[in-house]
């Protein structure tokens, strides 16, 4: 299809595919006044039921576990996949980290990037736990946390050199670690199983609610995804990172067609 | 006005949509695509908005204050995640394909297969 | 064994990770192992939830939360038969198609194992869920895992385009499933698919919010099981994927996207939007006869041979959705037998197709599988097609029928046609490919039994699918715990006698004369010489045209989803009213 073809079907059956979905969302309960929902009940319930104050965490490792299982292996299997399409192939090679630029001396890193990534790394990394751990208690939980300590990393990776990256971790270790918290969640769900409940029930101690050990196997569990997810996407970050910077095509040329061929950049 | 929260959704829909459609650039079609899932997030968290109510969570406040919709907002986190994944995979596909042909532009992509 | 349900999805996940864990580390020998035993286990997990659920339907609520004041806060799985069933056919394809990675895939430590393993948990999910949005979890775990093993071999780059494509028209199917999702929670305020029926049945006549939720998720389950005009990304990414990667496209992922629309259609609108049950089965049967036919008659034309396997693929997927779309009872059961026999008949010709290199046995199993795929009876592929024929007739849309019969000559005819071209071109005995000639035989032959033995059982099954009220009230009428499960009374227990004799979804001796002319019909197509087979496939303008579309631009993909989207959403609107 042209490009001018291709735009005018496009406009055409957006302007009736834009009328239907407001015409459809027309018909749902005006904002602000939903109706009494399965949430809203939730909302009432589950403070009691479960000793937990963050209603939304509740319902993502209690009430709703399973889905969030899910989530994990949707985040896991993207890792992986990252992991795959981005390994070298046959005919590249790692090298030393360098910069595109040829023959231009690489500025080093200014010291106000320096001091404030090695000033922020410990307490981004203090964070990312805190918010781990008070997941069931205040926003938060795994996700969130995991994030954060990743970007802990990546502030490391911005105060220095790709290379220093290396003397933190071994990625081995960081896959390690990363199936380990996805593999928790699921046996933390069996082991609901063994004590003869379904799978997946909150059968640890239930605690004093809005204390940090309470609401059961949500700790746990908010425990495991934080792993997982604060490794993922290290790997994520390292993976990318490796590709831009250290992976390159195996030198066939001599230096100088090679330096003549990196200039058309 | 109360309408307004939905109308943004469908227009973020489509809008993202005609992004991918007349893209010139991989990653800008990628971004579209995150476009298009944000209308989800307006979508599902206007659908669990309570006037009057405060965030889900119990520690400061009393149970049985009113409060908005909790499950909209965990599926919301669902989305948040399954989005960000797929995007780091369709930009690790844009990384190598631009390492195999030195160009982002998806035109040129599919005329290399006519 | 009341707590059996979570184990199809929960074993293979995390066998996953421990494959992940153990990267490097295990050598290849024990990977292929390990992965294989996984998928076994999961069939024969599967195979004892089916037995169960012939008995009663078994149900589980996670973590033990069972509706409260009336409301369903937890996730449930409910196991019927044809859910079970899913399970399965998917594990069967997908340990074959682990059998494959040996010998058709670069070792790449355990990453690739532990991708399909979790497709294969994320389709057990899909299969065995009683949760809309869990539904939608689980659909899209699977379209990840799928994306990474799309793109992983990164050097080709038609393979990268073609994931890419997937990747994007996929998501823009999950986000109008989500869409509709959010809008069904708002007027519902549940997300179980029992209670959203019974709620949305209970509100009346469906109104504009329930006709554009219906469309929307109608669209977002179409898009993944790839019929026209939802269909390019397939095409692209089925020509150019690994071989067992293709077989996870042929055997799981389209078969699931029909599923999914009969299974949120029944559970969830079926008692709202019955009334207007003709003008969604009009709708339906119209998309799926128009993707059989465009398909087929594509397949004929199309070039190299993985590129005709993609065709086949959307055109028999055209197929299965007019089995569902008859919505009834028999047109389920004529689904559940012909998605069978057309998985093994797909697979089959894949590792037909993967055995190329001038190998005679290749080209037999590609004749035999074409023949399979016209729908030779007694091949479950065959009976199945007549099935569909008996179903689709009896529901009033007998024109259907013929279009069905030529789109499956078409594509049983392209495939014999590249079997015969690879005899005649064959320089002898080529050793080697034991596993996939083995694997193909076997697979053809599970489809003659499969067509022996399931008619009588699929028609029970596809009658208690559609039986929406003996499902609301197994899972909502006081649903127990899976711990109780053994204890549901007996009432709702056994399969009430009431249901009566229903007919066996097999062949009567008209649709035998259909099936075996239609094969008849497909060898000769193939066997005519280039130019006569040109006229007959009508190339020229249109043929040409119609290649120039499927030239494998994302943008054209998404622009045709708009389109369709957009004509199916003012049809169903104009028509329910």
């Not at chain 1, 790692?94 to 890193?109: L, S």
């Not at chain 3, 996670?62 to 409260?68: A, D, E, L, V």
């Not at chain 3, 990414?237 to 496209?249: D, K, N, Q, R, T």
């Amino acid at each position: 299809m042209t490009r001018r073809t291709r735009t005018a079907m496009f406009l055409g059956s957006a302007a009736v595919l834009g009328a239907f979905l407001l015409w459809g969302f027309s018909g749902l309960p005006s904002f602000g006044h939903g109706l009494i929902s399965a949430g809203e009940m939730l909302n009432r319930v589950s403070v009691a039921q479960r000793h937990i104050t963050d209603v939304v965490t509740a319902v993502n490792f209690d009430y709703r576990g399973i889905d969030t299982m899910g989530e994990e292996f949707i985040f896991f299997a993207a890792v992986v996949g990252v992991a795959l399409i981005m390994r070298p192939q046959p005919g590249e090679g790692a090298r030393h980290v360098e910069d595109y630029a040829f023959g231009r001396a690489v500025p080093p890193t200014s010291d106000a990037v320096r001091v404030l990534g090695l000033g922020l790394a410990a307490p981004t990394v203090l964070f990312a736990l805190y918010v781990v751990a008070h997941g069931h208690l205040t926003p938060g939980g795994g996700f969130q946390g995991g994030v954060i300590l990743a970007t802990g990393v990546l502030l490391i990776y911005l105060a220095g050199e790709f290379d220093h990256l290396h003397g933190l971790y071994g990625e081995a270790a960081v896959e390690r670690a990363e199936a380990a918290g996805a593999a928790a969640y699921v046996a933390i769900g069996f082991l609901a199983l063994v004590s003869g409940s379904a799978f997946m029930t909150n059968v640890w101690p239930l605690g004093t609610t809005g204390h940090l050990v309470s609401a059961g196997s949500v700790p746990l569990i908010n425990t495991a995804v934080g792993v997982e997810v604060g490794a993922g996407f290290v790997l994520l970050l390292n993976t990318f990172l490796r590709q831009a910077l250290v992976i390159r095509p195996e030198p066939t040329r001599t230096p100088l067609e090679e330096a003549l061929n990196r200039s058309r950049w | 006005m109360t309408f307004l929260p939905y109308a943004v959704a469908a227009w973020l829909f489509v809008i993202g949509l005609y992004g991918i459609v007349t893209s010139r650039d991989l990653v800008h079609q990628i971004i579209c695509l995150s476009v298009v899932q944000s209308s989800t997030y307006v979508l599902l968290l206007a659908i669990g908005f309570r006037t009057g109510g405060a965030a889900p969570i119990f520690i400061d406040i009393p149970v049985g204050r009113a409060a908005v919709d909790p499950v909209v907002q965990a599926l919301c986190l669902t989305d948040v995640v399954v989005g960000a994944t797929v995007s780091a995979l369709l930009l690790a596909i844009a990384v190598q394909i631009h390492k195999r042909t030195g160009s982002l532009d998806p035109e040129r992509l599919r005329e290399s297969f006519g | 064994m009341a707590s059996l349900p979570p184990f199809p999805v929960a074993v293979p996940l995390i066998v996953a990770a421990g494959l992940l864990a153990l990267n490097g580390v295990l050598p290849r020998r024990v990977v292929d192992a390990v992965a294989l035993v996984t998928g076994v286990t999961v069939v024969i997990v599967a195979a004892v939830l089916l037995h169960q659920a012939g008995g009663h339907t078994v149900i589980t609520w996670f973590g033990g939360w069972t509706p409260q004041h009336g409301t369903t806060i937890g996730v449930s799985f409910v196991v019927d038969q044809i859910g079970a069933g899913g399970v399965v056919l998917a594990g069967v394809v997908i340990t074959v198609a682990l059998a494959m990675t040996r010998r058709t895939v670069d070792p790449e430590g355990t990453l690739v194992h532990a991708l399909l393993l979790v497709v294969l948990g994320g389709a057990a999910g899909f299969c065995l869920t009683g949760d809309l949005f869990n539904m939608f979890v689980f659909f899209e775990l699977m379209a990840v895992a799928t994306i990474g093993l799309a793109a992983y071999q990164s050097d080709d780059l038609a393979a990268l385009r073609g994931a890419l494509n997937f990747a994007i028209t996929n998501s823009i199917g999950a986000f109008a499933v989500l869409s509709g999702i959010a809008l069904l929670y708002g007027r519902t305020g549940t997300l179980n698919l029992a209670q959203i029926g019974r709620r949305l049945a209970a509100s009346g006549n469906p109104d504009r919010l329930v006709i554009v939720a219906f469309t929307l998720i109608l669209v977002g389950f179409l898009i993944k099981a790839a019929v026209v005009p939802f269909h390019f990304w397939l095409i692209d990414a089925a020509s150019s994927a690994p071989l067992p990667l293709a077989m996870v496209f042929a055997g799981v992922l389209d078969l699931l996207g029909v599923y999914g629309v009969a299974r949120v259609y029944w559970t969830c609108f079926g008692g709202d939007l019955r009334p207007h049950a003709a003008a969604i089965r009009t709708v339906l049967i119209v998309v799926g006869s128009v993707s059989a036919i465009l398909a087929g008659g594509l397949s004929m034309n199309a070039h190299q041979p993985r590129r005709m396997v993609a065709f086949v693929m959307v055109s028999h997927t055209g197929i299965l959705l007019v089995a569902v779309g008859v919505l009834s009872g028999p047109g389920v059961a004529a689904f559940a037998v012909y998605a069978v026999g057309d998985s093994f008949a797909k697979l089959a010709l894949l590792c037909g197709v993967g055995l190329l290199g001038g190998s005679r046995r290749a080209g037999w199993l590609i004749v035999a599988s074409g023949v399979a795929l016209a729908g030779l009876p007694p091949l479950a592929t065959g009976v199945g097609k007549a099935a569909i024929d008996t179903a689709a007739t009896r529901a009033g849309a007998g024109w259907a029928v013929p279009i069905l019969v030529l789109a499956s000559v078409l594509t049983g005819s392209a495939a014999i046609r590249v079997g015969l071209d690879t005899l005649r071109s064959a320089s002898g005995r080529v050793a080697g490919g034991g596993v996939l000639w083995t694997a193909g035989g076997s697979l053809l032959s599970a489809s003659l039994a499969a067509g022996l033995l399931l008619p009588g059982w699929a028609a029970r099954a596809g009658q208690r699918f559609v039986d929406v009220g003996r499902y609301q009230a197994l899972v909502l009428g006081g649903g127990p715990s899976s711990v109780a499960v053994g204890r549901v009374p007996a009432v709702v227990g056994r399969v009430p006698a009431v249901v009566g004799r229903v007919p066996a979804a097999g062949l009567t001796s008209g649709g035998t004369v259909v099936d075996l002319s239609a094969v008849a019909v497909a060898i000769l197509l193939a066997a005519l010489p280039d130019s006569a087979r040109r006229v007959v496939a009508g190339k020229g303008r249109m043929g040409a045209t119609l290649r120039a579309l499927h030239s494998g631009s994302i943008a054209d993909s998404a622009v045709w989803v708009t389109v369709g989207t957009a004509l199916i959403g003012v049809v169903l609107a104009a028509s329910i009213r």
